[in-house]
T-cell receptor, first 111, second 110 residues
Framework: KQEVTQIPAALSVPEGENLVLNCSFT??????LQWFRQDPGKGLTSLLL?????REQTSGRLNASLDKSSGRSTLYIAASQPGDSATYLCAVRQDDYKLSFGAGTTVTVRA | EAGVAQSPRYKIIEKRQSVAFWCNPISGHATLYWYQQILGQGPKLLIQFQNNGVVDDSQLPKDRFSAERLKGVDSTLKIQPAKLEDSAVYLCASGAYGYTFGSGTRLTVV
């Protein structure tokens, strides 16, 4: 059974600092990995999707890396802003279309 | 492209009552999921459909939860009777490659 772990559970940084969010998974036989953002009381918004054959994906200030062999992904958010405050979830998809989530990292960016 | 639609957004019911949630996925998406997200936790898969067939319902509490997908499009998730521990956000998602989630239904059982 796939287990997904996100560390840290919570993070508080001053505005302008870079954010580093970690995700690890136990079964490296994945199809892809997706990072989501969740605002309080809202659904999930997809940020980045990395195929198993890729090493990284970038979108604006966001960059996600994937090391499938070691079961790790990292989400980097450059020059954080108060609007980046949210919970960030990592989800791993396996070949049977199952999507397994971590518990998330709650980020607070202080103005 | 229209997103995944869910209704209602919020529901408050008493324990032992029944409740139903509705989901309309993105047009053309064969795979549809229902997730339960308890406060402070990541989403947990309840049931996965491929077209109108069930692919995985191993974590669905079948004594009280049921789900169906009509004609491979819309889906409903029902809880009967509800328990206090069912209080959570119920998320519907659809996808073919990546996944798109709806805004969810927040259920409070009192």
């Amino acid at each position: 059974k796939q287990e997904v772990t996100q560390i840290p559970a919570a993070l508080s940084v001053p505005e302008g600092e870079n954010l580093v969010l970690n995700c690890s998974f136990t079964d490296s036989a994945i199809y892809n990995l997706q990072w989501f953002r969740q605002d309080p009381g809202k659904g999930l918004t997809s940020l980045l999707l990395i195929q198993s054959s890729q090493r990284e994906q970038t979108s604006g200030r966001l960059n996600a890396s994937l090391d499938k062999s070691s079961g790790r992904s990292t989400l980097y958010i450059a020059a954080s802003q108060p609007g980046d405050s949210a919970t960030y979830l990592c989800a791993v998809r396996q070949d049977d279309y199952k999507l397994s989530f971590g518990a998330g990292t709650t980020v607070t960016v202080r103005a | 492209e229209a997103g995944v639609a869910q209704s209602p957004r919020y529901k408050i019911i008493e324990k032992r009552q029944s409740v139903a949630f509705w989901c309309n996925p993105i047009s053309g998406h064969a795979t549809l999921y229902w997730y339960q997200q308890i406060l402070g936790q990541g989403p947990k898969l309840l049931i996965q459909f491929q077209n109108n067939g069930v692919v995985d319902d191993s974590q669905l509490p079948k004594d009280r939860f049921s789900a169906e997908r009509l004609k491979g499009v819309d889906s409903t998730l029902k809880i009967q009777p509800a328990k206090l521990e069912d209080s959570a956000v119920y998320l519907c998602a659809s996808g073919a490659y990546g996944y798109t989630f709806g805004s969810g239904t927040r259920l409070t059982v009192v």
